[in-house]
């Protein structure tokens, strides 16, 4: 069971938009539409941003946004805020009852 | 209001057992899956155990944790539990109790128990 991969960091700035990429292979991300983001601070529980690949949980903000082609998938933040500066962390579900994490990626608002 | 509380942290030997208990609040954990996710000092998030809603009767591993980790519950205490035997020093952590919103997605975070294993 490998890690998904993520970039270390990424930056934007106010305003802008970025994308967090995350990438599995054929028998996690490739397969199953079970992919998760969650946004951590610094000191904090994570929280759930994105589910099943593209839904928002109640209370999530539309900027967050998420998609997936082939064995990638991606987080999107439109109209970056200060506050959106934190880790990002991706999930898939790997089959065989057992889920991925990614490494995560620190997120920089210039 | 949703809630989870973990608890049963500490320092710990190399090679002894350690069980985490996890208080779920505002919410029946007969109705939701719960697993359990841990974080190194520094380091990312890993996904440890998890369990159905179905009568607790289906139960996940991840390969690492397998054969020295028991997730169980106890419904009339709506408290799940992580029983870790023969720990290592790569076990220490900071270990969260996650419910499970849908399918493997973790709408509910608790703030976490730390565990520390040192001689």
């Known amino acids: 069971q490998s890690a998904l991969t993520q970039p270390a960091s990424v930056s934007g700035s106010p305003g802008q938009s970025i994308t967090i990429s995350c990438t599995g292979t054929?028998?996690?991300?490739?397969?199953?539409?079970?992919v998760s983001w969650f946004q951590q601070y610094p000191g904090k529980a994570p929280k759930l941003m994105i589910f099943?690949?593209?839904v928002r949980p109640s209370g999530v903000s539309d900027r967050f946004s998420g998609s997936k082609s082939g064995n990638t998938a991606s987080l999107t933040i439109s109209g970056l805020q200060a506050e959106d500066e934190a880790d990002y962390y991706c999930?898939?579900?790997?089959?065989?009852?057992?889920?991925?994490f990614g490494g995560g990626t620190k997120l920089t608002v210039l | 209001q949703r809630q989870l509380m973990e608890s049963g942290g500490g320092v710990v030997q190399p090679g002894r057992s350690l069980r985490l208990s996890c208080a779920a609040s505002?919410?029946?954990?007969?109705?939701?899956?719960m697993h359990w996710v841990r974080q190194a000092p520094g380091k990312g998030l890993l996904w440890v155990a998890g369990?159905?809603?179905?009568?607790?009767?289906?139960?996940y591993y991840a390969d690492f944790a397998k054969g020295r980790v028991t997730i169980s519950r106890d419904a009339s205490k709506n408290t799940v539990y992580l029983e870790m035997n023969s720990l290592r020093v790569e076990d220490t952590a900071l270990y969260y109790c996650?419910?499970?919103?849908?399918?493997?997605?973790?709408?509910?975070w608790g703030q976490g128990t730390m565990v520390t294993v040192s001689s």
């Open positions: 996650a419910r499970d919103g849908n399918f493997f997605s973790f709408d509910e």
């Open positions: 505002g919410f029946p954990i007969t109705r939701a899956g």
């Open positions: 369990m159905d809603y179905e009568g607790g009767s289906k139960k």
């Open positions: 054929s028998s996690d991300i490739g397969t199953y539409n079970y």
């Open positions: 099943d690949v593209n």
């Open positions: 999930t898939s579900y790997s089959g065989a009852d057992t889920l991925l």
